[in-house]
């Protein structure tokens, strides 16, 4: 698993059957900070996620990537390799909160 903010979306008319409907994200991985653990830096990456959970533009998210990414009810016969399964609330490394989706 990682958490990632959603920087985009795709959209795409031509596909197969079973991805119709489904709504696509780009998500950039984050890390927590190795220099000091105070906040949550992009790692320059990026993955095409399918959304199950109502996640939007901008939000910090939860993804699993390759099998686990199928074992979702919404996912089991899409043929994907990263969804989106959460949407993150708050970040704590030890004592600190690095991120609160209230801010």
Request: contains cysteine.
């Amino acid at each position: 698993m990682f958490i990632g903010r959603i920087t985009g979306s795709i959209v795409s008319s031509q596909k197969v059957e079973a991805m119709v409907g489904q709504k696509l994200f780009i998500v950039e991985p984050l890390r927590v900070n190795e220099k000091d653990q105070s906040d949550l830096t992009p790692t320059g990456r990026s993955f095409i996620v399918v959304d199950t959970v109502g996640a939007g533009q901008g939000e910090i998210v939860l993804c699993v990537q390759g099998s686990s990414a199928r074992f979702t009810p919404e996912t089991k016969t899409l043929p994907i390799d990263a969804a989106i399964i959460g949407i993150v609330d708050q970040v704590h490394v030890g004592s600190n909160e690095i991120f609160n989706s209230k801010d």
